[in-house]
């Protein structure tokens, strides 16, 4: 399993994806959708905008007739019709004001909800035990997941509904004026090179021709935007992530004289970013060529289709106006597509960016389906053991010495092993987030075990919380969260209960720790098995902890995970792990070496 995370290219992080790719995933995260809770109040509102749509759709109709209305009286100098048309616009603008504040409304509304459904489900994923511990060691897809839970899904809840509700609107407006158009094409002749002919609902047709050539360039002129725009976001990601790296270790960094090293390397990302955005503005440029001398000549185009039914005299100047406003109306639908390609290659590749991530997440819990597992049970007394246990990680083989250990209530137990020798493997495997590998762990009956890794969790909030933590803040007193504060050696937090910060960061690694084993003292489990979070503390600190599994813990169970280092009386018993590289042979069950039948997951790949 990895231990750093690293910043990828977007080769690695974001593999092409074909059509069915696609398709499969954008089911995906329907079927998401349709399994949330969200998922009546997207149906709502779903309906809510059909119905707004198709009214705004309706008055839109009513608007078109009155213009042949209106500007026949303006023709025919008729004062009292051209008032009494003047009265009716009031109303149609007021019933179109307010359709479009309805729509404007339902629509920010669905983003909202759109955007919660796809978060809520993005966090369940993710959190559900043991994937991201999992997800951040299964290669390319796991970095930054942040990026696409928190901002992918907002910008696919947005571009999507943007998307959904014009192509709605296009088609219903298509739909409603093709009507309107193909009636006013009728008994038209059209007059060429001496020739006279008809063509029934020719201005259809010349709409139609006009929209799907400009559709057809544009697509294959925008058609790079989509690659393009997957591979910015992969890049904005790796951007983002080492500028947060870069302040989290500012203080690092100073002492190493490490800014100007760092600098180069955001620089380099920044360029590499830089280069997919010339490639976008490039496109960008070309398309508009296509879009803007589109709506450029669009200005004119329609009173050209329809000048000879006006000059014919099918048409009065009015009906001409009418005529002109059906078939811009007809042609917008149509362009829909123009005046959406960079829009729709930008929600194509954030929904692979989502979609991709959210079907990694699921697959997680298949990971290695096929890779040996160590066997965990209850064992049949009140102790921890080990039997025959060989830790498989991707580089290593991890040996347990000797092969079967029983670990008693009350004992003390040092598990050595030199860097490197998979001392983190073990404590994984023995907690359950790693599986690959042989033997079985039976843990103790009672479930009054805690695991204290390296790094403890110290989540944001009152230091009353995060102390309690998982149990509410109200099950220990003041004066007992201050007790095991000054315990541990930090009486000087002890006036700081509720305040609240980011504590993660406002506190030295020993007292983070510190921290961790007075939230033990409270909680007084059974069992506690600590991976190098005893060498962590100050020498005061330890003192005191031994002092507390000698006194108020006396009846608890100490296994301690740690470096080779000299003899500790605290300890009575000390155990040793034994690597050896995978590939070779040792003395390791079978399995281990390379032509053994026991295999772990490549962290390459991350998913098999």
Same mark, same amino acid.
């Given at each position: ?37 969200? $998922? ?77 459904? @796809?978060?809520?489900?993005?966090? $369940? ?232 991530? $959210? ?33 498989? +990680? ?40 790693? +599986? ?50 000054? $315990? ?37 489990? @059974? ?82």
């Amino acid at each position: 399993m990895a231990e750093k995370t690293r910043v990828v290219s977007k080769a690695e992080a974001d593999p092409p994806q074909r059509d069915e790719d696609f398709i499969g995933l954008a089911r995906l995260l329907l079927r998401a959708l349709g399994a949330s809770p969200q $998922r009546r109040a997207l149906a709502i509102l779903a309906a809510g905008l059909l119905l707004v749509v198709g009214a705004t759709t309706a008055m839109q109709i009513v608007l078109n007739v009155w213009t042949k209305a209106f500007y026949d009286s303006l023709a025919q100098k008729d004062i009292p019709e051209f008032g009494r048309q003047l009265f009716r616009y009031l109303f149609i603008a007021g019933a179109l004001l307010a359709l479009n504040v309805a729509q404007l409304w339902l629509s920010m509304t669905m983003k909202m909800k759109l955007r919660e459904g @796809l978060t809520r489900d993005l966090i $369940r994923q993710w959190l559900t035990p043991r994937r991201a511990f999992l997800l951040s060691g299964a290669g390319a897809i796991g970095v930054n997941p942040d990026q696409r839970i928190h901002e992918d899904s907002a910008h696919l809840a947005d571009v999507s509904t943007d998307l959904g509700v014009g192509l709605l609107q296009s088609a219903l407006l298509l739909v409603s004026f093709v009507g309107v158009l193909w009636g006013l094409s009728q008994g038209v002749v059209l007059s060429l090179l001496g020739r006279s002919f008809s063509i029934p609902g020719y201005m259809v047709w010349a709409a139609l021709v006009y929209a799907g050539v400009a559709s057809l360039i544009s697509w294959r002129v925008g058609r790079p935007l989509i690659p393009l725009n997957a591979e910015r976001y992969a890049r904005e990601s790796n951007l983002r992530f080492a500028l947060v790296h870069a302040n989290q270790h500012s203080e690092g960094l100073a002492i190493q004289r490490g800014e100007g090293e760092e600098s180069v390397r955001l620089n380099h990302l920044l360029g590499e970013l830089l280069v997919i955005l010339r490639k976008i503005i490039g496109v960008t440029a070309r398309l508009t060529w296509v879009t803007a001398g589109y709506g450029w000549f669009t200005i004119v185009a329609p009173t050209v289709v329809a000048s000879p039914a006006y000059f014919a005299g099918k048409l009065t100047f009015g009906g001409l106006l009418m005529a002109v406003g059906a078939f811009v109306q007809v042609q917008q639908s149509l362009r829909w597509f123009v005046d959406n390609v960079g829009v729709i290659a930008d929600w194509r590749a954030t929904l692979l960016r989502v979609g991709a991530f $959210r079907r990694v997440l699921v697959e997680m819990d298949r990971l290695g389906g096929d890779a040996s597992r160590i066997e965990w049970t209850v064992a049949s007394e009140n102790k921890l053991q080990f039997d025959d246990l060989v830790v498989i +990680s991707p580089s290593c083989c991890i040996k347990l010495d000797p092969a079967h250990v029983e670990i008693a209530a009350g004992e003390h137990v040092l598990i050595v092993g030199a860097p490197g020798a998979g001392k983190t493997s073990l404590f994984r495997a023995m907690a359950g987030l790693w +599986s690959w590998g042989a033997g079985r762990v039976a843990l103790p009956a009672d479930d009054r075990l805690m695991f204290m890794p390296k790094r403890p969790y110290i989540p944001d909030g009152p230091l009353r919380d995060i102390l309690a933590n998982p149990a509410p803040a109200d099950k220990f007193t003041t004066a007992q969260l201050e007790a095991a504060l000054t $315990r541990m050696g930090l009486a000087h937090l002890a006036s700081r209960l509720d305040e609240s910060g980011r504590w993660d960061q406002n506190l030295s690694d020993p007292e983070q720790q510190g921290l961790a084993f007075a939230r033990l003292l409270l909680h007084r489990p @059974l069992w506690v098995i600590a991976d190098s979070a005893v060498d962590s503390l100050s020498a005061p600190a330890r003192a005191a902890l031994f002092d507390l599994f000698s006194k108020e813990l006396s009846g608890s169970t100490l296994v301690s995970i740690t470096v080779a280092q000299g003899a500790e009386p605290f300890f009575r018993h000390v155990l040793r792990l034994s690597r050896t590289p995978r590939g070779e042979s040792g003395a390791f069950p079978a399995g281990c070496d390379a032509d053994g039948d026991t295999r772990a997951p490549s962290p390459a790949g991350g998913v098999p």
